[in-house]
């Protein structure tokens, strides 16, 4: 199970099979106005899972990437694989950042 909070506070839940959006409303955005959109939970494919799965990683062996604090715009991962947890909080302007919400974005579109 990978957990995903991205840079406006929006939740993403991956599993093998399926993934999940839950969007920041605006009473609970820093702004008071910014709205993530509507609820999304769709399936997804083993592929998709895969090149999920292989960028998060990624991000989380990159420590060069990552930041002790949450800050506004950073992106938190949590990784579940058995018993074992990962976890990191990543830098806002950082390559893996980018790269996990563009994928991410693109497939909840679709």
């Known amino acids: 199970m990978i957990d995903y909070g991205d840079g406006s506070g929006n939740q993403y839940i991956i599993e093998q099979d399926s993934i999940e959006f839950n969007p920041i409303k605006p009473k609970f955005s820093s702004s008071g106005i910014y709205d993530g959109g509507d609820h999304v939970k769709k399936n997804i494919t083993q592929q998709q899972y895969s090149k999920i ?58």
């Open 53 to 110: 799965a292989s960028i998060i990683k990624e991000a989380i062996v990159n420590e060069a990437s990552h930041i002790k604090n949450r800050v506004k715009l950073s992106g938190v991962i949590t990784m579940q694989e058995g018993k074992v947890v990962k976890s990191c909080i990543l830098h806002p302007n950082s390559e893996e950042l980018n790269e996990i919400e563009k994928l991410l974005k693109a497939i909840i579109k679709n």
